[in-house]
T-cell receptor, first 110, second 115 residues
C-alpha cells in the first residue's frame, strides 16, 4: 500500500498561513490524496482531497506536486481553532480501507 | 454534526467482560469503518464493511468482532477485555468503500475504560 510521510509537529502563529507537507512517493496513478484533521477530543473530520490539480475549498487549499509524489495542505490564515492533528492519506480504487499515519500535530500560537 | 451516531459515548467495564459498541452511519452511506485510538497508538484501522459484507481488515484482535446489519448499522463486539483495550473507538461511514472521490464522516467516538 502506498504510504505517506508527514512531520510530527509544526507551529504557526495565529492569522499567518500554514503549509503542511506530505510525501507520498509511491502513490499510484489512481490514488486520491485526502486530508483529515482531528481536533482535541473529537473524531477526525474531512478537510480536502484532490487527484492532480490544486484544489480549494472553504477550509483550505491543497497543492499537489506535478509528479504527485508530494502535496501541501495550506491553511491561509491559521486560527486557534485550527490546532489539531492533520492526516494525509491516500485512497484509491484498490484501497478498501482508510489507514491513518501519525499525522502532523499543528500548534497555533496567539 | 457529522451524521454518524455512536453509542454509548462512555463505557466503563471490568477486565474479562464483553461490550458492544454501536454505530449508525449517515443516511445513504453503505460503508462503515471502525478505528481504535489509544494514547500511544494513534488511529488504528480495525475493520471495514460495505453493505453488510466485510471488505477490509486491519489490526483487529481475535477477541474483537464486528458486523453490519441489513439496516446498515454496525456493531463492534469486544470480549475478554483487558486494561489495554481502554481507548476511544471511532466509527466512520462513506457512500462507497473505495471512496476515491468521496469523503468519510466520523462519529464522536465511544470512550471505553476497562478497570
Amino acid at each position: 500500500d502506498a504510504k505517506t510521510t508527514q512531520p510530527n509537529s509544526m507551529e504557526s502563529n495565529e492569522e499567518e498561513p500554514v503549509h503542511l507537507p506530505c510525501n507520498h512517493s509511491t502513490i499510484s496513478g489512481t490514488d486520491y490524496i485526502h486530508w483529515y484533521r482531528q481536533l482535541p477530543s473529537q473524531g477526525p473530520e474531512y478537510v480536502i482531497h484532490g487527484l492532480t490539480s490544486n484544489v480549494n475549498n472553504r477550509m483550505a487549499s491543497l497543492a499537489i506536486a506535478e509528479d504527485r509524489k508530494s502535496s501541501t495542505l495550506i491553511l491561509h490564515r491559521a486560527t486557534l481553532r485550527d490546532a489539531a492533528v492533520y492526516y494525509c492519506i491516500l485512497r484509491g480504487y484498490n484501497n478498501n480501507d482508510m489507514r491513518f499515519g501519525a499525522g502532523t500535530r499543528l500548534t497555533v500560537k496567539p | 454534526d457529522s451524521g454518524v451516531t455512536q453509542t454509548p459515548k462512555h463505557l466503563i467495564t471490568a477486565t474479562g467482560q464483553r461490550v458492544t459498541l454501536r454505530c449508525s452511519p449517515r443516511s445513504g452511506d453503505l460503508s462503515v469503518y471502525w478505528y481504535q485510538q489509544s494514547l500511544d497508538q494513534g488511529l488504528q484501522f480495525l475493520i471495514q464493511y460495505y453493505n453488510g459484507e466485510e471488505r477490509a481488515k486491519g489490526n483487529i484482535l481475535e477477541r474483537f468482532s464486528a458486523q453490519q446489519f441489513p439496516d446498515l448499522h454496525s456493531e463492534l463486539n469486544l470480549s475478554s477485555l483487558e486494561l489495554g483495550d481502554s481507548a476511544l473507538y471511532f466509527c466512520a461511514s462513506s457512500v462507497v468503500p473505495q471512496g476515491v472521490s468521496t469523503e468519510a464522516f466520523f462519529g464522536q467516538g465511544t470512550r471505553l475504560t476497562v478497570v
